[in-house]
């Protein structure tokens, strides 16, 4: 039925047209210190977008007929500069995760006994929130290259996030779970998570501000993924690289050669990401940012592809059918290395562990910081009384030079990252990592 109303816009002068539906239903429980609610939702609407004249035409409705055709065509402006990358025929169904096939009731009661749970961690705590979500997807695309993409997919996260205090010292902790392997309290060992918090929190209260300067650090896969979430993935989605400090760098050596960073559709690991098709019905490909020391590839959508030349990626997402598709990290990770554990800490007198970050923020220069919830002092090669109020900053090529030991090991984190407006559930993660030098200090929230 889709490809008569794409044939109505070629009738109409466009030169593409794409049409997408989306059909979603979720659920979601927050449970805070102080209260609780539970709500549910449905969506559902078609997004029809067509290049006429060089310019594109967008239009957003709960409905479709020629009418709406019409009315995206008309809707096209611009500077007639509007070129994409064009694709075979494909028909293709696909089926991402399993469902939560548990009742509202029983989701209740778990998260109600979660929450006491976090209640009772620690006699410090003074406010929690806990929320969870889940979505079931149901999206179509068509395209007048003869693409029909079917998807079907399944979504479960948990977040918790913590603040406690003693006297004058305030701390706070978070725990992102997402995943498409059914209900996220399933999947996951919650009381391993809750163990992990009650660390971080008691670690926090009796640790000490480090000495500012800079110091050789191990960071963990969980901080190496934020790090290369923000200080690298943002920095090579194609829109904001053409006019950010990577452009000029491509085909240059910015790292030693067994540094490897990638973004791929889907990754073996449970909080993997999994972007088969991305949202202009492209096939998601590995998107080698770094190779072997080398700054290789950009993540693009159709447009960027065909501004830079080179084959679609598959990193055109949106947050649903009423926005328009921008390159979006999918799982961005650093591949792991030769070394163990233990020689990422040998030699280093005085450093920091850095395990785990709750914020950061890169500017398009490269510049970046971030704050770390769980730290220790590293002293002659041994991990030492824990840290708080601990950040780093640093620049992210200069970073990338001072990496010199990567470890054998590997893991992943996921969450949801926000852009132009629109929020996408990404991946990131590697192994550890050992940077002989960065810039350590006190970060307040």
Known sequence: MMFKYIKRGEELGASFVDIRYEKTASNEFT??????YVTSGNDEG???RILYNRNWGFKVSDRIDNSTIEEAVNSAFGDERVNIVYLPSKHD?????KEVNK?????SEDLNKIAKQIANLHPSIRSYNLNYY????????????????????????????????????????????????GYVVDVFDINEVLEKLSRRIENQLRGKTPKAGEYPVVLAPEVVGVFLHEAIGHLSEADVAISGILYELRGKKIGEDFLNISDV??????????????DEGVEGREVKIIEKGVLKEFMTNRYYSAY????????????????????????VYMKPGNNTLSELFEGIKEGYYLGSAIGG????????????????????GEIKEPIRNIGFSGNTLTTLSMIDMISKDFGMSAGYCEKNGQEVNVSEGGPHVRIKSLKVGGYVR
Do not use: C, W
Request: aromatic residues 8%.
């Open 31 to 36: 449970i805070t210190d102080d209260r609780k």
């Open 46 to 48: 078609y997004s029809i």
């Open 93 to 97: 169904t696909i089926k991402i995760g």
């Open 103 to 107: 009742s509202k009731e029983e989701m």
């Open 134 to 181: 889940d979505e079931t997807i149901h999206k179509e695309y068509y395209s007048s290259e003869d693409r029909e993409i079917i998807l079907d997919e399944n979504i479960s996260s948990l977040n918790i996030y913590v603040i406690a205090r003693e006297g004058d010292t305030i701390v706070e902790t978070a725990e992102n779970l997402t995943t498409h392997m």
């Open 265 to 278: 559709p889907s990754i073996d690991n449970p909080n993997s990401t999994i972007v088969y098709y991305d």
């Open 308 to 331: 830079l030349g080179e084959p679609p990626t598959g990193n055109g997402r949106t947050q649903s059918y009423n926005d328009f598709p921008l390159p979006r990290m999918r799982n």
């Open 361 to 380: 923020e890169t500017s398009s220069d490269g510049t970046f910081q971030f704050a770390i919830q769980e730290g220790y002092r590293i002293e002659n």
